[in-house]
């Protein structure tokens, strides 16, 4: 058999399996040829209809995510964080010559190391800075907790008048000016600015 008359044998092999497959479902469903091209499933309409009753609630899913994704964070600005804990005036090496008492609204501390140096007991802002016959030069700190510090017979300060100052910094040096009989460095704390209708407070509720 050559090629030609092979390939009209499939052709019409083909047609005839379609003829019989179709009128096996006009057999079984009682219909014509006509009747069995108007069912439903052929006509336009009613596929386009199946087409639109497909869900496609994931693509708007899919594009809340991406819209999500381009939204950019606005980030919060971070507030500035008061520091309002204390800190030693001098060096760890000290001593204390005199202690707190009624007469006596300070503790006068001395060193041992050599190491001059004071230190502001907390963050504030330098409300007094001047000399006077008694306390010699001093300083007053308006601290951020709400007491005032007063630093008494400096040498020298390393800060002035409505100067911003941190927990730690350096502030002058310890000295015996004023009304002191050897170098140390009188330290008091108030709950209001020094001896202006306020009271003392004990030092060392603090540490």
């Known amino acids: 058999m050559n090629k030609n008359k092979s390939k009209k044998l499939m052709k019409t092999n083909f047609l005839c399996g379609i003829l ?7 057999l079984e469903y009682g219909a014509t040829l006509p009747d069995a091209l108007s069912v439903d499933i052929l006509n336009a309409d009613a596929m386009n209809l199946s087409f639109m009753e497909v869900d496609t609630s994931y693509e708007k899913k899919e594009k809340v995510v991406e819209q999500k994704k381009e939204e950019t964070v ?3 600005p971070m ?3 008061i520091d309002t804990s204390w800190g030693w005036p001098t060096s760890l090496n000290y001593g204390i010559t005199t202690q707190y008492h009624s007469g006596h609204p300070a503790i006068d501390i001395i060193v041992y190391d050599g190491n001059y140096n004071i230190y502001s007991a907390s963050s504030g802002v330098v409300v ?5 016959w008694d306390g010699g ?6 601290q951020d907790n709400g007491y005032y510090a007063l630093y008494c017979h400096l040498s020298d300060k390393t800060v002035g008048l409505n100067q911003r100052v941190e927990k730690g910094q350096i502030i ?9 009989t050897g170098v140390h460095l009188h330290y008091s704390i108030w709950d209001g600015y020094p001896y202006h209708g306020s009271s003392s407070v004990n030092p060392w509720i603090f540490y």
Do not use: A, E, W
Not at 137 to 142: E, G, K, T
Not at 172 to 180: A, W
């Open 20 to 26: 019989l497959f179709t009128t096996g479902i006009m």
């Open 74 to 76: 606005t980030p919060v």
């Open 79 to 81: 507030q500035n964080v």
């Open 128 to 132: 007094t800075d001047t000399y006077k």
């Open 137 to 142: 030069n001093y300083l007053v700190i308006q």
């Open 172 to 180: 002058g040096h310890m000295g015996s000016t004023g009304l002191s």
